[in-house]
């Protein structure tokens, strides 16, 4: 059985940081895909960051250089290291598995960060 379970969320002041974990279980890790992706209440959920297999990132454009994604193949893990938080990073972050073979998402159940004085 698939899945992805998200932690180290919380609330942090603005510029601030925060390294969010996501484990994966129940599937081929290295034919996935990792991504984070964020929903703040009113809007649509976005891509934040990405990782490929191979090590390839891409990052939003409101994120580059201040967030950092990364992944464990061997642990079944990815990372999303944050820092200079603003509050505009506020949102719901979920782990991502896209799976290369046939296209399929799958999702954790997020976890909330909150970026407030």
């Known amino acids: 059985q698939l899945q992805l379970v998200e932690s180290g969320g919380g609330s942090v002041l603005p510029g601030g940081s925060l390294r969010l974990s996501c484990v994966a279980s129940g599937i081929i890790f290295g034919l996935n895909t990792m991504g984070w992706y964020r929903q703040a209440p009113g809007k649509q959920r976005e891509l934040v960051a990405a990782i490929r297999s191979g090590g390839t990132t891409n990052y939003a454009d409101s994120v580059k250089g201040r967030f950092t994604i990364s992944r464990d193949n061997a642990k079944k893990m990815v990372y999303l290291q944050m820092s200079s938080l603003k509050p505009e990073d506020t949102a719901v972050y979920y782990c991502?598995?896209?799976?290369?073979?046939?296209?399929?998402?799958?999702w954790g159940r997020g976890t909330q960060v909150t970026v407030s004085s």
């Open positions: 991502n598995a896209h799976r290369i073979t046939d296209g399929r998402d799958y």
